[in-house]
């Protein structure tokens, strides 16, 4: 499996991003999905997480009520609104999927693909 994350930018606090992720390969729809951050200096740290059936969805408290996860099975994406953002939001975000019919997950350590990253930089 091979991910392609997008949609990171500039944005003036307050203001929206949405992020994409599009997977290759198979058993997309079988993947728990995830979305994880890592701001310089710090560990990566985990935001928001889908389970392959969209019946299960996980947030940080951070994150919590501001940010949306969603996939598209028939596309092969999953997706992160960002609303409302603040300049501690300012990360490079990874998406990442588990194992075919992995359980949803906030660690780190339970995802097996990684994308290679997309930049978010809120000003104040």
């Known amino acids: 499996v091979q991910l392609q994350a997008s949609g990171g930018g500039l944005v003036q606090a307050g203001g929206s991003l949405r992020l994409s992720c599009a997977a290759s390969?198979?058993?997309?729809?079988?993947?728990?999905m995830g979305w994880f951050r890592q701001a310089p200096g710090k560990e990566r740290e985990f935001v928001a997480a889908?389970?392959?059936?969209?019946?299960?969805?996980y947030y940080a408290d951070s994150v919590k009520d501001r940010f949306t996860i969603s996939r598209d099975n028939a596309k092969d994406t999953v997706y992160l609104q960002m609303d409302r953002l603040k300049p501690e939001d300012t990360a490079l975000y990874y998406c990442?999927?588990?194992?075919?019919?992995?359980?949803?997950?906030?660690?780190?350590?339970?995802?097996?693909?990684w994308g290679q990253g997309t930049q978010v930089t809120v000003s104040s």
């Open positions: 990442a999927a588990t194992y075919s019919g992995g359980r949803l997950s906030r660690l780190v350590a339970m995802y097996n693909y």
């Open positions: 390969g198979r058993t997309f729809s079988s993947r728990a």
């Open positions: 889908i389970s392959w059936s969209d019946d299960d969805i």
